[in-house]
């Protein structure tokens, strides 16, 4: 079993930054693939962004230019910078790592995003 313990989330103003953090702990080895998701109200989850072991990454286009996702692999810890946040980044935040070996998905707990206008 894989945990993920996450940290970071907050309220700030439009234009402000959040950094998240997520650790893995547990049965770390061969971890792949981490990355976030987020669901706002009433809405689907969705995928924000994407970072492999190897270090490729993927954006969803809405915040292409405005977040940084990156991981440190000695720590099992993937980060996701957050800058020139608008009032719709207002979500519950969700990271999540796979294991490769076996392809299981495992989740944080999640952290709210509050962005006022």
């Known amino acids: 079993q894989v945990q993920l313990g996450e940290s970071g989330g907050g309220l700030v103003q439009a234009g402000g930054s959040l950094r998240l953090s997520c650790a893995a702990s547990g049965s770390i080895f061969s971890i792949g693939d981490m990355g976030w998701y987020r669901q706002a109200p009433g809405k689907q989850r969705e995928a924000v962004a994407s970072?492999?072991?190897?270090?490729?990454?993927n954006y969803v286009d809405s915040v292409k230019g405005r977040f940084t996702i990156s991981r440190d692999n000695v720590k099992n810890t993937v980060y996701l910078q957050m800058n020139s946040l608008k009032p719709e980044d207002t979500a519950v935040y969700f990271c999540?790592?796979?294991?490769?070996?076996?392809?299981?998905?495992?989740w944080g707990q999640g952290t709210q995003v509050t962005v006022s206008s």
């Open positions: 999540y790592a796979i294991k490769s070996a076996t392809m299981s998905w495992y």
């Open positions: 970072i492999t072991s190897g270090g490729k990454i």
